[in-house]
């Protein structure tokens, strides 16, 4: 700057001018101070984002509810694999799930999503004692939609939710999303739509959910609820897998940014279909499939209309690895792109006969 005399009036003014910027910047700072006071369990290294018209905050990666590959870090599990397989009672099992939860609080992740009983109870039991660190997101699917008796009234849906609130010890939760027929080809009735939104809407009012939604494999369906259903529908749970792309016209995101809708995602990783071992830390491959993770991530979080993924975590490295992807940027290079891209083709390729519907959400 060159060098100048001020006057006094040019002096107060500059000074005063001065004043006012440190002032906005005060006020600017503590305005986002307020605003991360009002965020769960907020951590200044994840982001965060609004859950539609829920108004919640939540990790823009949260914790989905299956464990599936769990046997590969919990060697007692090995004689019943699989995502609910085992003795939940399992004191390595338990370990292993609370020990997940915190470092996924410890990260800024405050959401979890449990879809049937099993997830109910391990993660309920997980979140003891900090129940106001992470929402907890309900579905006791084998009491819902899909299954006889507990679809044919609403008596019997309400039935169902205040029993497994019993079991799991729970007075509410915070969001009940129920789950509706995964087969495509067996939609539920018109009656069975119906008495889900009476439920949904009957929880809410007596303090039971604190806000509602469903989940669906049904794609064309659930952009007509959207639109049918939006003061029922606060939340809903899609596919939406690192291959997914928002369809051009006619969307399922234009219902959802029209009607306010929050959007979680489940099945990032394509039923893990996208990495190359077997998701245990001595894994030869697990360098490359950690890779693949955080660039599925990224993909899927450049969809501003998609509230977060919820990836089923397994081990505290793996949450480390998803919030890692968190800070990374959105947009993909030429050459990150050319490897997920190939990562997708031989996921698809290797895809289990019955998830073969994944390929349906293409296009969103």
């Given amino acids: 700057m060159a060098n100048r005399t001020l006057s006094r009036r040019e002096f107060v003014k500059e000074s005063a001018l001065g004043a006012a910027g440190l002032a906005l910047g005060a006020t600017a700072a503590r305005a986002a101070e307020a605003d991360a006071g009002k965020i769960l369990n907020y951590n200044e290294n994840m982001e965060y984002r609004r859950l539609g018209k829920t108004g919640l905050k939540v990790s823009a990666a949260c914790l989905g509810g299956h464990w599936k590959r769990v046997d590969t870090v919990v060697p007692a599990l090995r004689k019943n694999p699989g995502w609910m397989g085992g003795d939940l009672a399992d004191p390595a099992f338990q370990k292993n799930r609370y020990d997940v939860v915190t470092r996924c609080i410890e990260v800024g992740i405050n959401y979890v999503d449990a879809c049937s009983g099993a997830e109910v109870l391990a993660y309920s039991k997980a979140l003891e004692g900090r129940r106001d660190k992470m929402y907890l997101g309900y579905s006791w699917y084998e009491y819902e939609m899909r299954f ?16 497994g609130l019993k079991q799991a010890k729970l007075d509410y939760v915070d969001l009940w999303r129920i789950s509706l027929e995964m087969d495509t080809s067996k939609k539920q009735t018109p009656k069975e739509i119906e008495i889900t939104m009476e439920a949904l809407a009957r929880a809410k009012k007596q303090g039971k959910a604190r806000f509602i939604g469903v989940s669906s494999h049904d794609r064309p369906w659930l952009k007509e609820a959207v639109e049918k259903y939006p003061r029922e529908l606060e939340v809903i749970l899609t596919p939406y897998t690192a291959a997914s792309k928002v369809r051009p016209e006619d969307s399922l995101f234009d ?6 809708v929050g959007v979680l995602g489940i099945k990032p990783f394509a039923s893990n279909s996208i990495f190359k071992g077997d998701s245990s830390l001595a894994s030869p491959e697990a360098e490359e499939d950690d890779k693949r993770a955080r660039l599925a991530i990224r993909y899927i979080l450049s969809n501003p209309a998609l509230t977060a993924p919820m990836p089923g975590l397994i081990n505290t490295h793996q949450v480390d690895n998803v919030a890692k992807a968190v800070q990374e940027r959105r947009q993909l290079d030429k050459d990150e792109k050319a490897h997920l891209d190939k990562a997708m083709d031989e996921a698809w390729a290797k895809l289990p006969a019955d998830y073969q519907w994944l390929k349906d959400w293409e296009y969103v």
Avoid: I, N, T, Y
């Fill in 255 to 260: 219902a959802v940014k029209k009607c306010d």
């Fill in 148 to 163: 006889s008796p507990w679809r044919e009234s609403l008596a019997k849906m309400m039935e169902g939710l205040d029993s």
